[in-house]
């Protein structure tokens, strides 16, 4: 185990030591876990190409240490403890000793099929057990997971499985979240009909039992591909930096992009930020609300927890149902220490009103934390107040996919608080904040771009299949630093507050969605001949989506032109992507060399139109005040 860090002074020797010896620092913490073979040298980088490796030369396999180690000490401790989406239906519960024989056998299963080390495997899989399962079992074999959350389109899907070239598919009959029941394996069907080519098999989890057309010599159910395998399967040991998985995530340009991350860094950061962040203490029951298909699930539902040994609550469903007091049911029934969601649920359970929170015992709650956007002071304290009955820490814990984990958080019961800080760095964490020229701007009370100056052990190696596009989009921007594409601002008392993207990305319900993407979706919708598309702020969201359409027909049923767009839109990308408001326009304002300038559009959807700036040096100035007129009536 790493070391927990367990009083602020205790933080602050310890942060002081971290930047001044990073390899050193973690090191010690590295040695903690089980290596097949030492590393040579800690850690080797630049970030011009960038390249970064950790733990140079070492040998090891990342599920050796969330299984294998804790079989002696605690085989019959409960690691997955799975709340299914129908309330009342009995919660699973898995032990570390039947993990290991599932992932071990569906590891064999996975080899059965033709997959090999290096080997790229899609899944597709709704919040089960077996999706956990899954992303363990390609670790164990050395195979690249590539997880696509399962509201994803068959389009956005198929192009996932073409980037990372995946050879076999992993899937389920259907998704049942809340009151809707998902044809997951048809949109896999879907998906691989639009020219998958790399795909050899799919591999189908029963889950509901409904319907699903199998094709012969492809598709095979994950029951009898696991018929005879043995429990056991020895780990592929693999290099400290091979490859364990590709997440896909948006930027502000182009197509997503795959994310990779490596087994040995992303083992011991995984660890040590669980450990840290949460004071995890043996024996607690720990529950990340989030989805396996975002980063949050893979560092805080599967790896971080299980390579700290600890229980973690898998949930099927979604927060409102069967009523809005499902989580603080599941709490209560459960006896949750340790909680870890979203603001967005938190401002959509306040707003469900106080009564389904009143009367519930939730006095095992110990830790409070929050992910994925910015939390507003309402909430906070709301959050503060009827949750954790202001004797839970509140951690805000500021990361991204390409970070791997936890980057700047308190420590829970640790770090004194304020509402809506993300407060201090983790121990080896450098960041710093940059201003338009690309120079540091020193001393507290200040705001800039945030970046940070050194690596960490689960900062992101590349994109997949694009090198160059990595270096551009986060080792250009400045000199020598990763751009996190985030402003922030640090305090008189150098705390730092994340006050969110400064590029074209939204952060919708806490899930990252690149403007470009969902005007390219809007674009293929009919009659479409140009779209904009901005962020403004939403009370349950945090930000919705405006989209701002150039049609080449005039409209005459709005509802049914937005519903062909949204339509268009939940094909192309998915429901998470559609817009929240659609106006027509007759133009879109652009400079005289043809940018849209998103800032006046930007201005407009959050209703503040007192300043837009200079508009006279633009092409077509007049469209200005009608889209102003158009925006004040929906
Ligand atoms: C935003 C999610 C404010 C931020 C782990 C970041 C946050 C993006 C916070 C990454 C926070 C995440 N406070 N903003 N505590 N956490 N963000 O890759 O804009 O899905 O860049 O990773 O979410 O989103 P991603």
Redesign the pocket.
């Known amino acids: 185990m790493t070391s927990q860090i367990k009083s602020f002074e205790d933080y602050q020797e310890t942060y002081a030591r971290s930047v001044a010896d990073p390899e050193g620092f973690w090191a010690e913490q590295a040695e903690t876990f089980t290596w097949r073979k030492p590393w040579r040298q800690s850690l080797k980088w630049n970030f011009r190409e960038p390249r970064v490796k950790w733990f140079v030369g070492g040998r090891l396999n990342i599920t050796e240490n969330c299984l294998d180690r804790h079989l002696a000490t605690r085989g019959n401790q409960v690691a997955l403890l799975f709340e299914p989406n129908e309330k009342g239906a009995r919660a699973r519960k898995i032990t570390y000793k039947q993990l290991y024989g599932l992932v071990c056998q569906f590891a064999n299963a996975l080899k059965a099929q033709g997959v090999k080390k290096g080997d790229r495997v899609c899944i597709y899989m709704p919040m089960t057990p077996e999706l956990a399962v899954a992303v363990l079992a390609c670790a164990r074999i050395g195979a690249v997971h590539s997880v696509v959350f399962a509201g994803f389109s068959a389009i956005s899907l198929a192009d996932r499985i073409k980037d990372a070239q995946a050879k076999v598919v992993l899937t389920s009959d259907y998704n049942a979240r809340g009151a809707k029941n998902i044809a997951v394996k048809a949109i896999v069907d879907e998906a691989l009909a639009l020219g998958c080519d790399s795909v050899e098999h799919v591999i189908v989890h029963q889950n509901t039992g409904g319907a699903v057309t199998m094709k012969a010599g492809r598709d095979i159910w994950w029951h009898e591909a696991v018929k005879g395998r043995r429990r056991t399967c020895k780990p592929t040991i693999v290099d400290s930096e091979d490859m364990l998985f590709i997440l896909y995530?948006s930027g502000s340009t182009g197509k997503p992009k795959g994310v990779v991350h490596t087994h040995g860094g992303y083992m011991v950061y995984t660890e040590y930020t669980f450990r840290n962040v949460f004071q995890y203490q043996e024996g607690d029951i720990y529950w990340c609300t989030a989805d396996i298909g975002?980063?949050?699930g893979h560092s805080y539902i599967v790896y971080g927890p299980l390579l700290a040994g600890a229980t973690s609550l898998m949930f099927e469903g979604v927060p409102t149902y069967p009523d809005a007091g499902r989580f603080w049911d599941i709490v209560q029934r459960h006896k949750v220490n340790i909680f870890y969601t979203a603001p967005t649920a938190i401002r959509a359970l306040m707003a469900a009103g106080d009564q389904w929170v009143k009367g519930r015992r939730m006095s095992s709650l110990r830790v409070l934390g929050?992910?994925?956007?910015?939390?507003n002071e309402e909430a906070w304290h709301w959050y503060n107040e009827r949750v954790g009955k202001k004797r839970c820490p509140i951690v805000?814990?500021?990361?991204?996919?390409?970070t791997g984990g936890i980057m700047i958080?308190p420590l829970a019961g640790i770090t004194p608080l304020k509402p809506c800080y993300?407060t201090y760095p983790m121990p080896g964490i450098q960041p710093c904040l940059v201003d338009g020229n690309g120079n540091e701007i020193e001393g507290n009370d200040v705001e800039g771009m945030l970046c940070i100056k050194f690596p960490w052990p689960s900062i992101l190696r590349t994109t997949y299949g694009d090198h160059e596009r990595c270096r551009l989009t986060y080792f250009s921007t400045f000199k020598n630093k990763y751009f996190?594409?985030?402003g922030a601002r640090r305090d008189a008392n150098g705390l730092y507050r994340?006050i969110?993207?400064v590029d074209d990305?939204i952060?919708v319900s806490?899930?990252?969605i690149g403007t470009a993407e969902v005007e390219d979706a809007i674009n293929k919708a009919p009659n479409v001949v140009e779209s904009a598309v901005v962020g403004y702020p939403h009370d349950i969201k945090g930000q919705g989506i405006f989209a701002y359409i150039i049609s080449s027909e005039p409209v005459e049923d709005m509802a049914a032109f937005k519903s062909s767009v949204l339509n268009t839109v939940i094909r192309v990308i998915g429901p998470i992507a559609k817009p929240d408001k659609v106006l027509v326009v007759p133009g879109l304002p652009k400079t005289r060399s043809g940018k849209i300038m998103r800032r006046i559009l930007r201005k407009i959807a959050e209703g503040d139109t007192s300043n837009l700036g200079d508009t006279s040096t633009l092409l077509n100035p007049e469209v200005v005040d009608t889209i102003k007129d158009g925006a004040q009536r929906i």
């Not at 929050?370 to 939390?375: H, L, N, S, W, Y």
């Not at 805000?396 to 390409?402: A, P, S």
């Open positions: 995530t975002w980063i949050t929050t992910v994925g956007e910015p939390i805000d814990t500021w990361w991204q996919t390409e958080t993300a996190t594409g985030d994340i969110g993207r990305v952060n806490g899930h990252r």
